[in-house]
């Protein structure tokens, strides 16, 4: 078992979420097949007033820019972390 | 090396990318006010816009190799927006460049990711780059595959 980080970047119109090339690679390893994006941008219009942990968003973050499905993920990876370093604030998350 | 030499440098490097960049079919434009981007790279037929950082050193011999040294902010290479930087190392040498690295900024993070994320004091990476036949080292690491990568940047022909 195993975690990642993903990059959050406050922008003015939104949030982006990125992952480090040599993460992108874990992922592929531990899950072949699996396509992770390099980063995916949410604009404010469907993330307003957004708390990550509790608006509920990294659910469609995980199939989207890791490539692979909540289930999926739970199996292998043990925790996320959610790293800002505009706060310097790590958000931990257990898929 | 005085302070106003290297000013010099820096902008003839910067000119230096922009010259390549409009060789290869891409528009290039400068912000008028200096808050971090040295280059916006365009494609015009669909505004495709990149951001570019370009950074310039002179070139010291040592034996049969050359070094070089850059200086990155880490707040700046922390920042992956939506609009990723490509930071472009080149150095002079006698009279002439040495061929650009060219390293996208998550690349680069990767790297270094670990380097004073525990420390607010320090604000600045320094890279020192070794250079020898066809390879180049970075502080231990071998950045030859950066090396003219153009590969994000392929030429538009009009």
């Not at chain 2, 502080?139 to 950066?146: I, N, R, V």
């Amino acid at each position: 078992m195993s975690a990642i980080s993903i990059i959050v970047y406050k922008e003015m119109d939104g949030f982006t979420f990125s992952i480090l090339p040599s993460v992108r690679e874990f992922i592929k390893k531990l899950f072949p097949g699996s396509q992770p994006a390099s980063r995916m941008h949410i604009g404010f219009e469907t993330a307003s007033n957004f708390d990550l942990l509790e608006s509920g968003i990294e659910k469609q973050i995980y199939p989207t820019l890791l490539g692979v499905e909540k289930e999926e993920l739970k199996k292998q990876i043990t925790d996320i972390e959610f790293v800002n370093y505009q706060t310097g604030k790590v958000e931990k998350i257990h898929p | 090396m005085t302070k106003k030499y290297n000013l010099y440098i820096g902008r003839a490097g910067q000119l230096a990318v922009m010259a390549e960049f409009l060789l290869r079919g891409w528009n290039v434009a400068m912000p008028e006010v200096d808050i971090g981007d040295d280059i916006f790279v365009v494609e015009d037929e669909n505004g495709v816009m990149k951001r570019v950082q370009v950074k310039t050193s002179s070139l010291k011999s040592r034996n049969n190799t050359f070094s070089a040294q850059f200086q990155i902010p880490i707040k700046q290479l922390q920042k992956v927006s939506r609009v990723p930087i490509y930071y472009i190392f080149i150095a002079r040498r006698n009279d002439g460049w040495t061929i650009p690295l060219i390293i996208q900024q998550e690349e680069l993070l990767d790297h270094f990711k670990n380097f004073g994320i525990d420390d607010e004091s320090k604000r600045y990476i320094n890279l020192y780059f070794s250079y020898s036949k066809d390879k180049v080292v970075c502080s231990g690491q071998d950045f030859t595959k950066y090396i003219g990568d153009y590969s994000d940047f392929p030429i538009i022909e009009h």
